[in-house]
């Protein structure tokens, strides 16, 4: 299926990049429309385009846009414990809870946030894969905390290229064994796929650069309470970059964790949460942040912690 539109260029967009054209006119993504021009669906005056074409008022631009199937089913269905921290017409931002991934995935058949977001009767934008519609950053599915989600098209497109330029101010609290030394650093250290396990990462000369700013906040005599800001965003980056200095988060049995503090601990997961996120908003361009409590598991381990002397 494909949606045929035909729209003749306004006088507000003389001069106009077609791909920009085509994002305020039909309300995509620039990245989309981009997409669809190379792929030969856009033709300006009833000739081929490129995306880099400029626009003339009057001009007659016809786009077919194909009507993407979801390649994973989202299912749709309330998730107990997903927050709603602030809401508008162009942002939602929540605070997931453990055991929630942010979108499908091949082999997770679980809870989602935007499955819940669907069944709550949010409208998310739809740019992107269709199974991570609104989606511009992720949270492991064992961390909890603060994440940002677009409703709108041009929101998208602003926070999405937000995180590219690793503007927005996010915030972990991570506890992690031991002590770190300096108490307080920076950790540049390369991030690749690890070539004997699949699902896990690891620090490696050929990775992509990976940025790890920490502090201090509270040293006890089997860990260490840290706030974290990180300057890229890979996957599973906290947890490599802790692991690969001999300091892993207090449960993260996947990245080398002591199971027997874990277990003393009540852990079932690493502890690391999305404590404060921060960034302009998309519409307005006004300072906005968020922060987060711990949730009941972490709060209660870190209180472990606390009282071994």
């Known amino acids: 299926m494909s949606d045929q539109r035909t729209l003749f260029v306004p006088d507000g967009l003389e001069g106009e990049r077609l791909d920009a054209a085509m994002a305020r006119l039909f309300g995509v993504s620039r990245t989309r429309a981009a997409e669809l021009i ?5 033709t300006l005056d009833g000739r081929p385009a490129m995306k880099s074409d400029r626009v003339a008022a009057g001009s007659m631009l016809d786009a077919t846009i194909p009507v993407e199937r979801d390649p994973l089913e989202i299912k749709a269905e309330l998730v107990e414990g997903i927050g709603i921290v602030y809401d508008d017409d162009a942002i939602v931002v929540i605070d997931k809870p453990v ?11 679980g809870a989602t946030v935007v499955g819940h977001l669907r069944a709550a009767g949010f409208r998310i934008s739809t740019s992107g894969a269709t199974e991570r519609e609104g989606i511009v950053q992720r949270l492991d599915v064992g961390t909890t905390g603060l994440m940002v989600i677009a409703k709108q098209e041009h929101a998208y497109s602003v926070l999405k290229q937000a995180f590219r330029d690793r503007t927005p101010h996010k915030v972990y609290h991570a506890l992690v064994q031991g002590h770190p030394d300096p108490l307080e650093g920076t950790i540049d250290a390369p991030i690749a796929r690890n070539p004997k396990y699949d699902h896990k990462f690891c620090v490696r000369a050929d990775g ?6 920490y502090q201090t906040l509270e040293a006890h005599r089997f860990a260490s309470l840290l706030e974290i800001h990180l300057e890229t965003g ?3 980056q906290i947890r490599v970059h802790m692991s690969a200095t001999k300091h892993p ?3 993260d049995l ?3 964790a002591d199971p027997t503090l874990a277990k003393r601990t009540g852990l079932l997961r690493q502890w690391l949460h999305a404590h404060r996120l921060g960034f302009e908003h998309p519409e307005t361009g006004e300072y906005v942040e968020f922060e987060s409590p711990y949730p009941a598991d972490l709060a209660h381990a870190l209180e472990v912690i606390r009282d071994e002397h």
């Open 99 to 109: 055991g929630v991934a942010v979108h499908p995935s091949p082999g997770w058949t």
């Open 249 to 251: 988060c207090v449960g």
């Open 208 to 213: 992509r650069p990976s940025i790890t700013h």
């Open 38 to 42: 190379s792929e030969g669906y856009v």
């Open 254 to 256: 996947t990245y080398g």
């Open 234 to 236: 890979r996957t599973h």
